[in-house]
């Protein structure tokens, strides 16, 4: 059986000698993988935290050999569980002179369950005195040398189990990242808010400007897209009476790869009727708080050496305003599109002829403002050419009820009060069928059966989406989106450019 797994000769010396070894054992009636089930009683961490009520105590525990010191009749090694690594006393006339050999045998790799007594050696370590020791699963792979790990960063991207293995640190993001989102949900069921789920496949994916993957239904001979937001679908239980709703869900918009972008990841959108973007704003610092402080303890962040403190009131500023502290343009002041024009050529800020004078706003915001919005910010007041499906402003209808949240100078979250006017909906509409109409990829559909709701009325509505990933990068001071991602988008190894 073995020796049909892999053809010898594509092995490596260590691989053919790990075959021969599963062989042996197969010949022998003793094939790991036939075994189906172990009893765990503890973790490493329960031993080491628990250990006054567990010294001298039975305990049974399985995990990844990471080490052996083989010292005659008795050995020590460690296992690597879910929660770090335990020392394991290995005595021949404990676990029989059979079991004995078959341990000096195992390899790094291996998966093996342990059944003990736990003690402290001489030199204080808490360890688990093995009375028997079994052969779990087969490592037929070696794992990478302990000292420098899994260290190439690629790799580590496309191969995560061993980089979960290799790299504690690894596996620490992750459990953070889900206790991350357990937090949320948590918050949320206790505002009240009802999790809802809604579809992927969409013939017409709106709700954000982003360019979406296409695909074909074979079964309605029909083309569908990938969802590239939650937003739509949402609003439409709001107009049902789900007067809080949320969903946390994957998104795909077909752009590039970079430190903080993935064509899939994890998107949170919220809505509640009766409230507006200050009441958003207000929702989004205390969701803030608490999951800061449920899952590092602490309402301060330190990433890349640079602290943000969410336990002081957010800042709150206009884009208008934004703009002309960081910029000196006061755009107040510019009442025409050729004005604006005419500042952005001064400040050397490239426009495409399509953009009016909102756009040009938004392009002065990027360039001066983003990278400045440290501290927790939330940035108001947006210029209705760039949102289309945000009420406007009742005082100034050239600007709408919306915010960005920033930190660190990300946007983290993009809310507003949410249009619930048809007829000026489907205006909007019109005018991104324009945009779209001019070359830009990334404009909003007309969607019929979005707009036969907004018909129906929906109540006053305020409205958020928050980036996930990005959030999880933040609390656990990671460097890139990738490593947040479990399994991030990869550039396929039989391309041509990757291999060269």
Known sequence: MADQISNAQDLSEQEQIRREKLKALQ?????????????????????????????????????????????GKASFCHVQDLQGMMQVYVARDAVGEETYAEFKKDDIGDLVGIRGTVFKTKTGEITVHAVSFTLLSKSLKPLPEKFHGLTNVDLRYRQRYVDLIMNPESKDTFIKRSRILSAIRRYLDGQGFMEVETPMLVANAGGAAARPFETHFNALDEDFKLRISLELYLKRLIVGGLERVYEIGRVFRNEGLD????????????????????????????????????VLGTTTIVYNGVTMDLGK???????????????????????????????????????????????ILNLFFETYVEEHLIQPTFVMDHPVEISPLTKRKPEDPDYVERFEFFMNGWEMANAYSELNDPIDQRARFAAQEEQFAQGDEEANHTDEDFLNA????????????????????????SAAIRDVLLFPTMKSLDRKDDAQ
Do not use: W
């Open 313 to 359: 009131p957010f800042a709150r500023i206009t884009m208008k305003d934004a703009v002309k502290q960081y910029s000196g343009v006061d755009f107040d002041q510019i009442h025409t599109i050729e004005e604006a024009r005419a500042a952005a050529k001064e400040h050397h800020i490239e426009y495409e002829e399509r953009h009016k004078k909102g756009d």
């Open 27 to 71: 010949e022998a009636g003793k094939d790991p993988y036939r075994i189906t089930r172990f009893e765990v009683t503890h973790h490493s961490e329960e031993i080491r935290n628990g250990f006054d009520a567990l010294e001298g105590r039975e305990v049974s525990l399985a995990g990844r050999l990471m080490s052996k010191r083989i010292m």
């Open 454 to 477: 907004l018909e129906i009325g929906m109540p006053p509505t305020g409205g958020i989406g928050y980036g996930i990933d990005r959030m999880c990068m933040l609390l656990t001071d």
């Open 259 to 294: 430190t903080r972008h993935n064509p899939e990841f994890t998107l949170m959108e919220l809505y509640q009727a009766y409230t507006d973007y200050h009441g958003m704003m207000d929702l989004t610092e205390n969701m803030y708080r608490y999951v800061a402080q449920e």
